[in-house]
């Protein structure tokens, strides 16, 4: 367990490469998106709990892409974006980016929630005409009628 904190402090990586830099805008494209955070601000708590746990989730699948991140790994990501995106005044998300890395634990752990499918309803079993022996003779008639010339 040492070994994997040690490797995990030792990790460095130069946040203002270029490389590095277009690989954070990327992700902030994609989750953007992805979601709406226009009115992040006047969200109730839970909702922003529901769009933590969402940022949360895109930001793991984006970056598995490349890399294979601790808890702790992903923290120090997160802040970095949080700091990019204040850098390019995109205050909504990096709000967005605090309240994940500030409740971390807690949004880590939420699992997703069922989605509702509305109820089927059953509709009665559909009832086949009635077939008349009157209305059945006749429709053999007709056939009948267009076989023969007359």
């Excluded at 490797?7 to 460095?12: A, G, L, P, R």
């Excluded at 294979?68 to 120090?76: A, F, I, Q, V, Y």
Aim: glycine letters at 2%.
């Amino acid at each position: 367990m040492e070994d994997k904190e040690k490797n995990s402090q030792d990790m460095k990586v130069n946040v203002n490469h270029p490389s590095f830099i277009s690989f954070l805008e990327n992700i902030s494209q994609n989750i953007l998106s992805a979601i709406k955070i226009e009115e992040y601000f006047n969200l109730t708590t839970e909702k922003k709990l529901t769009v933590s746990y969402t940022v949360l989730n895109l930001l793991k699948n984006s970056a598995k892409v490349k890399a294979n991140l601790s808890d702790e790994d992903l923290k120090n990501f997160i802040s970095v974006l949080c700091k990019k995106n204040e850098d390019a005044e995109n205050y909504e998300f990096a709000a967005v980016l605090n309240d994940v890395v500030k409740n971390f634990d807690t949004v880590n752990k939420l699992k997703p929630l069922p989605k509702k499918t509305p109820m089927a309803k059953k509709s009665p079993p559909k009832k086949k005409p009635m077939v008349t022996p009157e209305a059945k003779g006749s429709a053999e008639g007709d056939d009948q009628s267009r076989e023969s010339p007359q």
